[in-house]
């Protein structure tokens, strides 16, 4: 069994946020592979913070036909003193596979760009997941920037150097632990981001309260309505406090050999939803919001959190627009086909990760099977419709 305990102090965030205005700079430390991310309003305009990490003369901007359009102009005229391609990938989940990787190869080759060339990602975490493999794999590694422009890709997946692409029969079951060398995070990218996608980045910043910061939570409860209205000081403050607790997980277990797991917080469900539904259908950060809501079930159920703590968590995901109970559709068996082929099965043991308490979270095999069918049997809808009441 592995713990997450609360990583933060049991102080309050400041209402206001002190940095407003001004960029700010956290460090993942993970030795000589060490990189920054700089967190602020208007980051995209700013060489100085991408020049240290471009190590050749030619780089090459990886966007989607819907990012491209609002902000690869704009990307390209910072870069005015480089040689700069782009590769503009369809837009959507359903395209992150091996199909359109050969498309960013294709790209590189073509314009014979060599083992100095730096690889650029400019979008969600589709585009990042898929840029970061194949600078990972282009010449056998160059050199990778993260411009994550989603809220999930900014407190999430554009943190930590996991790379990689779907299969059919199980989502990012192909790829590489690649790190960037430097994240840079312009918040003000996300006043073009449709609602929807918001709520989806909820999801994981949640998370992040729910594993290790119950401060935080508190916090969130305060200012879920700000976040979604878009209010740039307390979106700025999420993110950084987000990118604070990834940082620091993934300098202590870059490769996942433990606590890094604890992350996963709903994914293990939240995956077997997306698997089964089609890729694109639930968003990745929707899928893990219901995962939460059985994962926060499967706790209650032990009696490690109370069904009050339980419906805490789901009411704030509810606050943040995400949906609470799973795909009807969906039977315990194709929960369990599915969730087999987690990445935290190991020798045949499925590993979920669950709370011991509200802000600590623990990853372990060693539960009842009782437990958790009765998890994927429960009535969620019943459930969510009580809170109600
Ligand atoms: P996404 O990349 O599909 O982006 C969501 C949508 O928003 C897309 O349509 C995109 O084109 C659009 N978009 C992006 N930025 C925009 C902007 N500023 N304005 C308007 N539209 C914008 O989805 P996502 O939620 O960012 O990322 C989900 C992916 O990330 C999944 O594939 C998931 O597996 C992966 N992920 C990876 C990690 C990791 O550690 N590597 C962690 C979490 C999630
Ligand atoms: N999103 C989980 C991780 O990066 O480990």
Redesign the pocket.
Known sequence: MIWLYAIFSRSQMPNRYSMWGHMQTLKVELGERSYPIHIGEGLLDRLELLAPHIVGRQVAIVS?A??AP??LERLTRTLAGYSVISVVLP???AF?NWETLQTIFDGLLTARHDRRTTVIAL???????MAGFAAACYQRGVNFIQVP??L??QV??SV?G??GINHPLG??MVGAFYQPNVVLIDTA??N???ER?LS??LA?VIKYGLICDEPFLVWLEEHVDQLRGLDQVALTAAIERSCRAKALVVGADERETGVRATLNLGHTFGHAIETHMGYGVW???EAVAAGTVMALEMSSRLGWITAQERDRGIRLLQRAGLPVVPPQEMTPEHFLEHMAVDKKVLDGRMRLVLLSRMGEAVITDDYPKEVLQATLATDYRALVDQLRG
């Open positions: 989607n819907t990012v609002l902000y837009d959507g989940e992150k979008g969600g975490g589709v585009i990042g997941d422009t989603t999930l890709s999430d997946s930590g996991k790379t989502k990012n990218t996300l073009t981001l449709p996608e989806a980045g994981e968003l990745h950060g």
